[in-house]
């Protein structure tokens, strides 16, 4: 007996502690760590080869996000099958290697069968472990940590008031308010309110089936911030840390993208988007202008949004319970009451409207735009653009405005090769081209 | 006019001078007080007050002296005292200067930033109201004249006050360029040149450098008038503000100096780019590295070096010896906890039944491991003599679950358990050195824990169980139980539940209506290469877990249902045990089996009266202080070997052949004489042969003459012949041989298997006398041809002489007769030889069967050799490495030339016990009846027991005598080996020595007291070593975790998030370090 304990999970599991996470995969040590069957990775191994012809172990350990001395004695197994063979030697005691040609009909059967080659899957129990430990329920963003979020974007001082329990709340949320003032980009700094990243799985398995999870469109990896003790502690590869997810749909949305979407050509599934934005903010924009109608959009969530878990239908039929732990917002251009009866926005407690800005709020973001564009910004000519372009024309101020008209400013100095200023003749110019002048909009 | 040199305790103006706090190229300022005992600074003027330099600064209080304000140091008097200009001001607690030195010394870049900008707010606030009021500009600011007082900034040294619609003078004297505005060098001061200086000393306060690093005037002026600031180190809305007030026109600046420090800080409003949530990670890592730092540095820092180093190599005090009691036995429960625990339980049992004998012999003491780790407790149940493996009931497992199985329960342990914890429970189901597992692996399984501590308890408890235990080990008894528990604080599991384990304990014996009882807990430190930053963090964990429940008291625990305790801690004696900053695996066990000796040497020794008696002591400190051992025994090192000697050298004595012992050649003689005797033998057989010869009782020959009366010799001799040759057909003699021979050989078994049952001639004896009869045989054989050869030569002359007689016609009958006669007896000689020859084949032959059958027996003798040679390899013993080992050698050398005594001690003691009753060795040693096994088992007993008796007469005293010279290395070896591993942090010690119980020696106490340099007290009460062993009490926490710190002071980060319970508020470590 020694004293002395192993030093793999060590680093891993200092790791964890330091990092202050809820939940840190650590790296599998044997094929039943894994949580998936060997026949399975088996068959990653030869349809992966089937692709790429030759390759090295570790390259496709790599691959395949499993630690080479997992999936080394698989090879093995592999080669004793005859599936496949050596090629030649790779660097720090590896083996390229290839099909024979009984591996290559294996992999052919494999493909037919699923289609799917990528990072090794892990197990649904595992994923819905996680999406519990990093939920968003147990972090109540205090005050600080809202203005911290809302700090590059103007935001009206009472709408931290209703905004902020809105959040804590973990229900849905409506926000809604004329196009232009900044909705969208609200409901994008509210997921940062959360703070902290968290780690997502490549692909799910459950009975069978092959769940792509992670999305390149809505998951963002995090950057690597941490220290060199961090990298070298072996965390599962099959897990990616990304920032908490925003998942914005508009509206393209249907009612089968809430569903787990099955290719029967392929048989790999696709996750629905909700199970995507677990831990995170789901944001239903331009709600209303969907195809599907809105309640039936709401009463696919009534269910889900009491109960916090949501079911899903594989295509083998079997019915799996996932967590449904993330923050919905619609967002919409629309009164809420001519969208949905009162049944509904019963089930939607926080409906919040984003006003227009006042005119203080529009000089500073004037400023603000101003600044980052580098120049100057006089009151006068701020002023100037209020009066004449807004107040005479009833025009009604957006928080879009300042940033676009600067921007057109900057493209026409840009142009005629001037020095970028804020000058009222430019504004007029600019002013022109950006309204449409209808008589009557604005 | 005289200058007076100012001293403390002078009065001016009515002011009592205290002590000096500045002193610069303009004169000195004195902290004073004023009457009543209010404190005023009083600042004096070098040089006469018709000097210019007191004439500027007169000018300038002109000015000034009508200002009031906040922020702005007040003014009291204006005095010309003995020629000299005088100035009492209100006294300042600090300066910015001093505040700024200070975060610099605790490792941070300057003052932070929020702190900051109130303080040039402040300034600012100031120096727009006498610039808008009174249109004056200090004109010298700088850090040295922002004093502070009561958190706010108050702006002195008004020497270069300027009303700048009036500048007459020229401003150059004194003016230290380094935050001066370049319109100043024109000599054209702006309302907005204190902006400037004051920007400078924004930047300067914030990160320690300053825009312009001239370090000449001529340089800084240039760098003012001309070059651009250096702003790099500021964030990017800081920049822009500085670079704005830093205008070179003054009227570009700001148009106040507040607006500025507006502008400052509400750009940090808006300005970070950074997301909250690393906002936060950056700064509580920040707070982190500042209380790391801090603490790391508390040895360096000003206030409270002589503290530190005070605690750093405290010498132990020695104490002198304690008055010892008569030793009690109490009802012992001893629960080790985790991989090191169960260790400690495993050596401890093996040496309770080694040295007091069986488990039913003492059953008031009782052991439980309590692990996680199911394959360890499975190690430690299977050890290799039953004796020592543990009973199931002694093993208890609190395994952890995967996290699936908490989730759904997860409200059990939400009110402490930290969410992470359950969701990062590793692969293995180990704690893996994670406290807060170990903690939830015993909330989880408490109920068990709580069930089986309350059976052991209640049945130690029991007044039958004390009275036998206390008789078996020759003590008193007494009913208070105590309660050891044992493990390893920088492991996962005992570091997260050993303090709770105790408490419920506690509350388990107040439940069985117990009301004393003695609690001691033994925490060891074990750090190992791979495993360091945890192992280190684990222990000062427990530790300030233990601090915080020794000053608040333990909370208890509602949902395991323990009690709140107020005023009691865990344990009543803690001790710590380092294993050291290099742990190999030998010595991890070495240590191990230090611990357990101690624990042994505790509970079921005499000794525990010295221990009890230093426990007894009332320490006058009132801080709560640890306690250490040190343990070194020198015995035999290897006990086991020297059994195995015994035990080889008992089976050798009955096997191995003792061709010399007296007996058996006493008997060889017997034997030979009786049987074989050549001469006998052949007087014998012929005799019986003439009597068959001879029928009827008629003589042969004349019969043969009597037949023959007529012819002539030659027929008669062939008649002779002819019947003879008939006769010995006919007479079967070798049968008859064969008969007597078996007979005998039979009797003569039967005498050898009993003297095989002999004690002292056993087997070896009684092969020995078999083989000695064979020789003789052998010898038999030789002669028999030889007289054959004899006999041969006589028949041959014999047959000559008949035939010579018998072809003539003439000689005598008589000569004839005689010779025919002669003839006769020759055959039947010839006969007797030929029988005698038989005789010896067919004892040579039932010889060698005896002779099979005794090498049979041996062969199952040797076989219960092998059995204990199987349980335990016997390795050579390697060249004694040092002086220690030699000691241990000599031990066993001693013991070694004592064994053969032994063996026939031991045998006669077999004899009486085992081999009386069963019906003879033989029987006993057959290895189809099942008492072999059963013999083993007692043969290596006895060894043991014998072997242990031995080392207790051991002549320590002769051993030791040279040890004992004082520039004897091995000494300090010994005593360096027998001290508290925790040494270097203060307490007292006392001293045991203890000689073995039997030994009748009495020790030199002068000597001993010399060499150990401490007064000891010394006992009789070991089981066979020499014993040394110091006992360190009072000894403070903050010490031992303060070295800890400091050896590695990277842990500190990981100490704040291994708590095990998040709903206790847990003290600071800082608190436990001071």
């Not at chain 1, 789901?282 to 269910?303: H, K, M, Y």
């Not at chain 2, 049952?757 to 009869?773: E, H, K, M, N, Y």
Request: glycine share 6%; net charge negative.
């Amino acid at each position: 007996m020694t004293a002395t304990q192993t030093g793999i999970t060590q680093n891993s599991l200092l790791a964890t502690i330091l990092t202050d996470e809820n939940f840190r995969p650590g790296e599998p040590q044997t094929v039943a760590d894994t949580g998936i069957p060997s026949s399975l990775i088996e068959s990653l191994i030869i349809k992966r080869l089937n692709i790429v012809g030759i390759t090295s172990g570790r390259q496709l350990a790599d691959y395949i996000c499993l630690p080479f001395n997992l999936v080394e004695p698989i090879y093995q197994k592999l080669r004793s099958r005859q599936v496949i063979t050596h090629r030649g030697s790779a660097p720090l005691n590896d083996y390229q290697y290839e099909l024979t040609d009984a591996g290559r009909s294996a992999a052919n059967t494999a493909m037919r069968h699923c289609a799917y080659v990528g990072p090794a899957p892990v197990p649904l129990i595992d994923y819905v472990l996680s999406a519990e430990a990093q939920t968003i329920r147990y972090e109540s963003p205090k005050r600080e940590q809202l203005s911290a979020a809302f700090e590059d974007i103007s935001v009206e001082e009472n709408l931290f008031e209703v905004l902020g329990p809105a959040i804590n709340s973990g229900a849905g949320l409506f926000l809604y308010g004329e196009p232009g003032n900044g909705k969208t980009t609200l409901a994008q700094r509210i997921t940062m309110c959360f703070g902290q990243e968290i780690w997502v799985p490549h692909a799910i398995y459950e009975d069978g089936q092959i769940i792509k999870f992670y999305d390149t469109a809505y998951h963002h990896v995090a950057k690597n911030e941490e220290q060199t003790i961090l990298k070298a502690s072996a965390s599962d590869r099959r897990w990616i840390k990304i920032k908490r997810p925003t998942v914005m749909v508009g509206g393209e949305l249907t009612l089968d993208a809430l569903e787990i979407r099955h290719d029967p050509g392929s048989n790999v599934s696709e996750a629905p988007l909700q199970m995507k934005s677990n831990c995170g903010c789901l944001l239903i924009d331009d709600f209303g202008r969907q195809q599907v109608e809105p309640s039936a959009l709401l009463n696919r969530w009534i269910v889900p949004l009491e109960s916090r878990i949501d079911f899903l239908t594989l295509s083998t039929g079997k019915k799996i319970q996932v967590p449904f732990e993330q923050l919905i917002i619609f967002s919409t251009n629309l009164e809420p009451s001519d969208l949905v009866d009162d049944a509904f926005l019963r089930r939607i407690p926080y409906k919040i409207e984003i006003g227009d800005p006042s005119p203080t709020e529009f000089y500073r973001l004037f400023t603000a735009a101003a600044e980052k564009f580098e120049c100057e910004c006089p009151t006068d000519v701020v002023a100037y653009l209020l009066d004449e372009h807004y107040r005479k024309t009833n025009r009604k101020m957006r928080r879009c405005h300042p940033r676009d008209l600067l921007s057109q400013v900057k493209s026409y100095c840009t142009y005629n090769d001037l020095k970028m200023e804020i000058k009222n003749e430019y504004l007029d110019l600019v002013v022109r081209s950006y309204f449409t002048v209808v008589k009557g909009m604005g | 006019m005289s200058i007076q040199i100012l001293e403390p305790e002078q009065s001016i103006l009515g002011y009592v001078l205290k002590e000096q706090i500045g002193s610069g190229g303009y004169g000195e300022v004195w902290r004073a007080e004023a009457p009543g005992g209010i404190g005023k600074a009083i600042k004096f003027i070098f040089g006469n007050h018709s000097d210019s330099r007191a004439q500027v600064e007169l000018k300038s209080l002109d000015k000034i002296k009508q200002v009031r304000h906040p922020f702005l140091l007040s003014l009291d008097r204006i005095e010309v005292v003995d020629g000299r200009l005088v100035i009492v001001s209100e006294l300042a607690d600090d300066s910015l200067v001093q505040t700024f030195d200070r975060y610099q010394l605790e490792g941070l870049a300057g003052v932070p930033r929020e702190e900051l900008l109130t303080y040039i707010k402040n300034a600012g606030d100031a120096l727009d109201y006498i610039s808008q009021k009174y249109n004056l500009q200090h004109l010298d600011i700088k850090p040295d004249n922002l004093l502070m007082a009561g958190g706010h900034i108050k702006i002195a040294d008004f020497g270069l006050v300027k009303n700048i619609h009036n500048v007459t003078q020229s401003l150059m004297n004194g003016l230290t360029p380094t935050y001066a505005p370049p319109e100043l060098f024109d000599g054209r001061p702006n309302k907005n040149s204190d902006q400037y200086s004051l920007a400078i000393v924004y930047q300067e306060m914030l990160t320690g450098l300053r825009p312009f690093n001239g370090t000449t005037p001529a340089q800084l002026a240039a760098q003012h008038m001309n070059a651009q600031p250096d702003l790099s180190m500021l964030s990017r809305g800081d920049k822009i503000v500085l670079q704005k007030a830093l205008m070179k026109d003054p009227d570009k600046r700001f148009s106040s100096c507040v607006e500025m420090a507006d502008e400052l800080i509400n750009r940090k409003a808006r300005k970070s780019k950074g997301r909250p949530g690393l906002l936060k990670a950056a700064e509580k890592r920040e707070q982190a590295n500042t209380n790391k730092i801090s603490s790391c540095h508390m040895g360096v820092t000003n206030e409270l070096t002589s503290d530190r180093l005070a605690i750093r190599n405290v010498k132990v005090e020695a104490q002198p010896a304690v008055e010892m009691s008569t030793p009690v036995c109490r009802p012992t429960l001893v629960v080790g906890v985790g991989r090191t625990g169960t260790k400690i339980i495993c050596q401890l049992r093996s040496k309770l039944s080694e040295r007091i004998g069986r488990r039913d012999c003492y059953p008031a003491i009782k052991m439980i491991c309590i692990d996680s780790d199911r394959r360890a407790l499975a190690r430690a149940a299977g050890a290799i003599r039953k004796e020592e493996a543990m009973l199931p009931q002694e093993l208890l497992e609190i395994p952890l679950k995967a996290p699936q199985d908490y989730r759904e329960n997860a409200s059990r342990f939400s009110s402490w358990l930290s969410r992470r914890w359950i969701y990062n429970v590793p692969r293995t189901m180990q704690t893996e050195g994670l406290r807060p597992l170990g903690r939830l692996a015993f909330a989880d399984h408490c109920e068990e824990v709580c069930l089986r501590l309350q059976q052991i308890l209640t049945d130690i408890t029991r007044p039958e169980a004390i009275s036998e235990t206390a008789h078996h080990l020759e003590m008193d008894p007494d009913q208070a139980p105590r309660i050891v528990l044992v493990g390893a604080a920088s492991g996962g599991i005992t570091s997260g539940c050993i303090l709770d384990l105790a408490f419920v304990a506690r509350t388990i014996l107040s439940d069985l209506g117990v009301r004393e009882c003695m609690f001691d807990g033994i925490l060891a430190h074990i750090v190992s290469r791979q495993t360091r930053e945890i192992s280190v963090s684990n222990t000062f964990a427990c530790l300030s877990e233990l601090g915080h429940y020794i000053h608040n008291g333990y909370p208890g625990d509602e949902s395991l249902g323990i009690p709140d305790f107020d005023d009691c801690l865990p344990f009543d004696n803690t001790y710590l045990y380092d294993f050291g900053s290099v742990v190999t695996d030998e010595s991890y066990e070495e240590h191990a089996a230090s611990i357990s000796e101690y624990l042994f040497q505790n509970i079921a020794t005499a000794n525990e009266s010295f221990f009890a008696a230093t426990r007894a002591i009332e320490t006058e400190s009132e801080e709560v202080g640890f306690k250490s051992f040190g343990l070194t025994t020198i015995g035999a090192s290897n006990c086991d070997h020297l059994i195995q000697q015994m035990f080889q050298a008992l089976i050798s004595s009955w096997t191995e052949s003792k061709a010399d012992n007296q007996f058996v050649k006493h008997q060889v003689e017997l034997l030979t004489n009786q049987l074989f005797d050549i001469d006998d033998l052949s007087k014998t057989w012929a005799e019986l042969t003439m009597v068959n010869l001879n029928r009827d009782g008629v003589d042969f020959v004349d019969r043969c003459l009597h037949q023959s009366q007529e012819t002539g010799r030659l027929d008669v001799l062939n008649a002779v012949t002819s019947d003879l040759a008939e006769f010995v057909d006919n007479f079967d003699i070798h049968s008859l041989v064969a008969r007597d021979v078996s007979e005998s050989a039979k009797l003569f078994e039967e005498n050898m298997l009993r003297y095989a049952c002999l004690c002292g001639i056993r087997l070896g004896g009684t092969i020995s006398i078999v083989q000695g009869i064979q020789a003789k045989v052998q010898a038999l054989f030789e002669e028999v041809e030889n007289r054959k050869q004899e006999i041969a030569i006589q028949q041959a002359a014999i047959t000559q002489h008949l035939q010579a007689l018998a072809s003539t016609a003439n000689s005598g009958d008589v000569e004839f007769i005689e010779t025919i006669r002669r003839f006769v007896e020759n055959r039947a000689q010839k006969c007797a030889i030929e029988a005698i020859n038989t005789f010896c084949r067919h004892w040579a032959s039932q010889l060698s069967t005896i002779d099979e059958k005794l090498q049979d027996h041996k062969r199952s003798v040797l076989l219960l050799g092998r059995v204990l040679q199987r349980k335990a390899d016997v390795q050579d013993t390697p060249e004694p490495s040092n002086d220690f080992e030699k000691i241990q050698l000599q031990i066993e050398e001693q013991v070694q030339a004592l064994i053969p005594s032994l063996v026939e001690e031991a045998d006669q003691y077999l004899e009486e016990t085992i081999f009386s009753q069963a019906g003879g060795f033989l029987a006993v040693i057959d290895p189809d009846g099942n008492k072999s096994r059963d013999l083993s088992d007692e043969m290596e007993d006895q060894s043991r027991i014998h072997i242990v008796n031995a080392l207790q007469s051991i002549d320590f005293n002769s051993l030791l005598e040279p040890l004992l010279e004082p520039s004897n290395q091995l000494l300090d070896n010994i005593v360096a080996r027998s001290n508290s591993s925790i040494n270097k942090c203060g307490g007292t010690s006392n001293l045991l020595i203890s000689f073995p119980k039997r030994s009748d020696q009495q020790p030199n106490l002068e000597s001993l007291k010399q060499a150990f340099r401490a007064d000891a007290n010394v006992t009789h009460a070991t089981t066979g070593e020499f014993l040394i062993c110091t006992e360190c009490k009072n000894i403070p926490i903050s010490s031992f975790a303060f070295q800890l710190l400091e050896a590695h002071p990277d842990c500190f980060d990981l100490v704040q998030r291994i708590h095990t319970r998040s709903d206790i508020e847990w003290i600071n470590l800082n608190q436990i370090l001071s």
